[in-house]
């Protein structure tokens, strides 16, 4: 993946790089952003064609990546990630990842589940995934939350995935996982952030709701927006027939969404992604 400042010669310099050693592009995506000036290129390429591994790799490429200005990285598919799932009491989001996962959907690692109520454990152990129970005091998150990065630390977390975690997690965490930890909104963000966002639709009469996937950070539903994806309402719905319509909607954004950033389709701008799907 490589973001630079747009400019003549970047693709002829990178593919010129990788014939010079044999190496076999298996896909290739690249993008000019005209109103920001900058230029993203994202590659896939047969690590058996190569003759080093991926340090070898970095070492070699380092001086046309200084040459452009590169912000770049190179990764193993072969190695899987780990995915620490997070989530509260609602079972959709989290019964549809450890299905996708069981089934081989999903080519990840799952170390654990962590959350803050009791409710999913005979579900998540049945899959044969450690699951810990970490109460929250809204008195004194703080302990909680120091236990809950213990563990994510403890398990090697690569990937933290809030599949309806009822909290907001501390700044910490969220900038010490940047662009690690992916959140599903039930709602089509930036409207309606905050809770309930389905009452605010209904009252608003709206015609489509939707969900959000998003990278978490600080500021709250305010992350890069991953993927996204919509379903048709009309006034015959009531607030619970858009519950149940929106949950569907959101299991299969939040599924998507840890799809993409598996396979390291995701590419951070600003607080913009492009998604090379």
């Known amino acids: ?9 970047i693709v002829a310099k990178v593919s010129n790089f990788l014939a010079t050693y044999n190496g076999w592009i298996t896909e290739a995506n690249h993008h000019s952003d005209h109103q ?12 058996d064609s190569l003759p080093f591994d991926l340090d070898g790799f ?3 490429f380092a001086p046309i990546a200084r040459e452009f200005s590169m912000e770049w990285r190179i990764t193993d598919s072969e190695r899987r990630k780990r995915v620490v799932l997070m ?4 079972s959709h989001c989290l019964a549809d990842l450890l299905h996708r996962w069981h089934s081989g959907e999903l080519d990840c690692d799952i170390p654990c589940v962590i959350s803050n109520h009791d409710d999913l454990r005979s579900m998540v152990e049945w899959h044969g995934i450690p699951y ?12 909680a939350f120091a236990e809950v990065t213990r563990l994510v630390r403890e398990q090697r977390a690569d990937v933290i995935v809030l599949a ?3 909290q907001i997690l501390p700044a910490e965490l969220c900038d010490e996982f940047a662009q690690r930890v992916i959140n599903i909104h039930h709602s089509f963000l930036p409207s309606f952030v905050g809770a309930k966002p389905y009452h605010q639709a209904s009252l608003r009469g709206v015609k489509l709701i939707g969900a959000t996937c998003h990278y978490v950070t600080e500021e709250l539903d305010a992350g890069p927006i991953i993927e996204q994806d919509v379903v ?19 299991k299969m954004v939040l599924s998507r969404g840890l799809r993409y950033h598996l396979e390291d389709r995701v590419l951070v701008h600003s607080n913009k992604t492009l998604v090379f799907n």
């Open 132 to 143: 810990f129970h970490v109460p929250v005091d809204p008195a004194n998150k703080q302990e």
């Open 164 to 166: 309806r975690y009822m």
């Open 87 to 90: 989530a509260s009491r609602e």
């Open 36 to 47: 920001s000036g900058w230029f993203f290129m994202r590659h896939e390429i047969r690590a």
């Open 1 to 9: 993946m490589i973001a630079c400042p747009d400019g003549v010669g």
């Open 58 to 60: 970095r070492q070699a």
């Open 232 to 250: 048709r309402v009309s006034h015959r719905d009531s607030i619970e027939d858009m519950v149940r319509l929106g949950k569907d909607v959101e």
